[in-house]
């Protein structure tokens, strides 16, 4: 392998090392990262960029959102100066200068204030002798401004600087004042087997399979430039473990730490779980929109798809995180099948405000919690079959009242099941919540069993999947049941249809 070949391949793996040294703590639910992007961006800072939510706050505690940062390795110890930014041999580049590409991308994201950033990261020194030496903040490595305009003439040190980067750029003072703003120099210390050793830690605290010093090859440099081939360029909290899940990059699950894995029976327009889970299954094809095709059935083919996939993940791991972009239905019966007997503790993504994970040991109990109002109809003793509403996103009871007056027999009683004070979105506040929540309504839809041995509920629900799913857990107790779907969009006359009955029929 010629020298020049080496130095590219080097050059290449700082260049991903530095990257995963941030998208790294996209894992990390308390890091202020949100997004990384990898060649990409504005030219001449296009290796990599960080978006940050909560924003950082920049040298001059304003937010800061953005991070475009241009990595520079050079295979021999060097330095670098204030004039070296002006020439374009400084970055074995022809036509443009380091200034002159900051100009250009300063223009194009940050024309008239702050909340991006523009970083060159090499493994270059700065010249200690040289004026840009006492230009550069140690605190954040962007340059300290007032220092900089801090004379009045182009014949000080300072004014030196301002003379040649002004001319150089053919800006006026003013601009190259905004210009300086934005930018910052960082000198990488570690060598290439330095930043691999830094990377371990990072990986081990969020959960990446750990790549032993021992070995030569270092799979994390040549993945992230397999990604870019593949035009993945940009990598969110949300996403960011699904990729790396797939290329086996996350290590063998510690005490607390979830495998992920997608449902769906619909499609989310901006959030697609393939991006983000390793394994999902697909029911999409299974209908239009939300209504059910006629070549489905929700109890030979849709039940024992989900019922296989469940029980499989169940054996790869004791906790499972489920994303459910999924009919109620399907929440209910995914809970059937890891059921609180099941042994395994399953937490959910939940879509809400925002989006949460939710699990039954996610919050302290809380006294405070709202709780159920119970409202009990009863209809002649020789009716059959429990109506049962639950009401925690919006009220119900009167949908399906109207429901049952045309599609259903006379029942022999119904409840209405409400949240205190009453639905909304905002009405359920945790994982441990609707856990309590699911447990206590099972109680009281037991307890009306009871009295009425043999009585199947039909169960109609405005909830949040993740309550769905728990309330499936306790299946077993509730019974026979027939759950409803409501048609959304219209296409059946806005009403409920009959979805799911558990349990299924014994097969003959």
Known sequence: MTQAVVVARDGAAYQARLFWQKAALLLDPQSPISKVGFESGPSGFDDMWVEYDPPCRDQFGNPLYR?????????????????????????????RSYLQRALAAQRLHVPA????????????RIDREDPLRALVNERSHTLRVDKLFGTKTDRSAMGEVRKLWREHLGITEDELRLLTCTLAFTETSESLDGLRDLLDIHFKAVGLRRSP???SAFIYDEVVYQWASQGRLEFTRANF???????????????????IYGVKSFEHPTDRLEDR???????????????????????????????????????????????????????????????????????????????????????????AWPT??????????????IIVTVSLTHDVAAAVARYA????????????????????????????????????????????????????????????????????????????????????????????????????????
Request: hydrophobic share 35%.
């Open 67 to 95: 991070e475009h940062i241009q990595c520079k390795w050079h295979v021999t110890p060097n330095t670098y100066g204030y004039a070296s930014l002006a020439n374009p041999d400084f970055l074995n580049a022809t036509a």
């Open 113 to 124: 204030r702050g909340g991006t950033r523009f970083k060159l990261t090499s493994n270059w």
């Open 213 to 215: 010093a021992r070995e």
């Open 241 to 259: 473990r699904g990729h790396c899940e797939k290329e086996n990059l996350i290590g063998e699950p510690g005490e607390g730490r979830p495998r």
């Open 277 to 367: 889970c390793p394994k999902v299954l697909n029911l999409v094809p299974d209908f239009l929109d939300r209504q059910i095709r006629p070549e489905a059935d929700w109890q030979r083919t849709i039940y024992p798809a989900l019922k296989d996939f469940l029980l499989g993940a169940a054996r790869e791991t004791e906790r499972i995180r489920l994303i459910l972009d999924a009919h109620l239905t399907l929440s209910f019966a995914a809970g059937s099948v890891l059921n609180i007997k099941s042994g395994r503790m399953v937490e959910l993504e939940q879509r809400t405000v925002g989006r949460a994970v939710w699990s039954p040991d996610d919050q302290p109990l809380d006294p």
């Open 372 to 385: 159920w109002t119970f409202d009990r109809v009863e209809s002649s003793a020789d009716s059959v079959g």
């Open 405 to 508: 007056a045309a599609s259903l027999p006379p029942s022999h009683e119904t409840l209405h099941a409400r949240i205190a004070p009453g639905p909304g979105a905002r009405a359920v506040a945790c994982g441990h919540h609707a856990f309590q929540l699911a447990e206590s309504l099972t109680a009281m839809i037991k307890s009306l069993r009871d009295t009425a041995p043999g009585q199947r509920i039909h169960l109609f629900m405005a909830v949040p999947g993740a309550f769905s799913f728990f309330l499936g857990q306790r299946a077993v107790a509730i019974g026979p049941v027939t759950l409803y779907e409501y048609d959304y969009d219209g296409s059946n006359g806005s009403s409920y249809e009959p979805s799911l009955s558990l349990p299924l029929p014994s097969a003959r």
